[in-house]
């Protein structure tokens, strides 16, 4: 018998194309160098470091204990998704229906089944950059093409004058983000009112990713109060991940037109089948009791703004960076490029990128940052202030060394 020839399996050209969360793979890296004993600190991935709020724990026991383990309906338990629409309604002034909600795995979910349920191939999908690392990726596995729309600091906001000169007749999606991950900007309600004044003769849809709303150190904006009359081509995205610690539980939600939810609860019926039974359990009981649980929610959003007041001042005080302070989310995006060409730290080592500077960190004072680049901004770099103040001091101390 002879020897089967050695075949490599062809991965497929879309496959080819995505490229891996930068800010996950930083993240898997520092844990395994944590894992060898190294002292990391991590202004890496963002999530909250607060424990979830314990009567949101003890209401995933009770679930588990009442069996409520098995298979939901596909777009999510009808209590989850009633409540979603009352507080979305309540935060937008517009009505909402519980058929108009899908409970996902997480918000990322969310937004990959609204590109799927929007785009095709030859569509564009617009994004004012910097941008959240998997919003061009989810486009580009739908089939669109990304058309960044670049915005500049302090403000870091997209201009009406910028989004009109940017639609064409195959835009299909504007992605916007407010809070902003990694800017930390926030839109007020006339500035979103004024986007949706050049959006409304134009026949785009918007995907607003309200996951940071709650972490806000200034009033938000909410796109449906601002711009009611584009309810129709509006998908709302949120979830329970950033307000209430829960990122690792896995629950978001997308709120839409009711005849395009039903083709996205059919998308999710292929993928996830639906969210995990005990977290939508736990969900129900935190948006339930949403009043009982604020009061958490505020602390926590309280010990953002003490450090992210540390952080600016930290990064600050280093020559060549320019951190301006944001209203919201728990990022700040400075930038760094003062610091390009300059012999830096102990050894004298010379970047000419963000991506070279976070690699140099990394190795240099053991600081785990992501590079603008993962942003589409190269030039910045992202750090994430949910640390605890110890780690953030010693982290700051850190870089005012690697450096100076």
């Not at 909402?96 to 349920?117: C, D, H, P, R």
């Not at 030859?122 to 093409?145: F, I």
């Not at 953002?304 to 020559?319: N, T």
């Amino acid at each position: 018998m002879g020897v089967a020839p050695n075949r490599r399996i062809r991965a497929s050209a879309r496959a080819q194309n995505i490229e891996a969360s930068a800010s996950m793979a930083l993240d898997a890296r520092a844990k395994a160098l944590k894992a060898a004993g190294q002292p990391i600190i991590s202004f890496g991935v963002g999530e909250p470091d607060f424990p979830t709020p314990a009567p949101i724990k003890q209401a995933a026991d009770r679930a588990m204990a009442d069996d409520a383990t098995h298979y939901t309906t596909v777009s999510g338990e009808p209590a989850l998704r009633k409540l979603v629409a009352e507080r979305t309604a309540e935060m937008t002034g517009v009505p909402f229906s519980w058929n108009q909600v899908i409970a996902t795995s997480g918000a990322k979910e969310a937004l990959y089944i609204a590109m799927q349920v929007l785009c095709e191939a030859g569509d564009e999908v617009l994004l004012p950059a910097p941008y959240w690392v998997s919003y061009a990726e989810q486009a580009k596995m739908a089939g669109a093409t990304v058309v960044p729309i670049e915005s500049s600091p302090p403000g870091w906001k997209l201009s009406p004058d910028d989004l009109r000169r940017h639609l064409t007749s195959r835009t299909r999606a504007l992605v916007l983000c407010t809070p902003n991950n990694p800017t930390g900007a926030v839109y007020s309600d006339a500035e979103l009112a004024a986007l949706a004044e050049v959006l409304a003769d134009h026949d785009v849809a918007a995907v607003v990713d309200e996951i940071y709303a709650r972490i806000s150190y200034v009033p938000v904006g909410r796109w449906l109060r601002a711009a009611p009359r584009l309810a129709d081509r509006t998908f709302i995205v949120d979830g329970v991940s950033k307000a209430y610690a829960m990122t690792g539980w896995r629950l978001g939600w997308l709120v839409g037109p009711p005849e395009v939810m039903e083709l996205a609860s059919a998308m999710q019926s292929h993928l996830t089948s639906h969210p995990s039974s005990i977290t939508q359990r736990a969900a129900t009981f935190a948006l339930e009791n949403h009043a009982a649980i604020e009061a958490t929610v505020d602390e926590m959003v309280g010990t953002f703004r003490e450090r992210r007041d540390a952080i600016v001042a930290g990064l600050s005080a280093i020559p060549g960076v320019d951190c301006p302070q944001p209203d919201g989310a728990f990022y700040v995006f400075p930038d760094v490029r003062g610091l390009f060409g300059r012999r830096l730290g102990p050894k004298g080592r010379v970047v000419s990128s963000s991506a070279e500077l976070s690699a140099y960190l990394l190795d240099e004072a053991l600081v785990v940052t992501v590079p603008g680049e993962a942003f589409g901004m190269p030039g910045f770099v992202r750090f994430s202030y949910a640390l605890s103040m110890d780690q953030l001091q010693e982290g700051v101390a850190r870089l005012q060394t690697a450096l100076r």
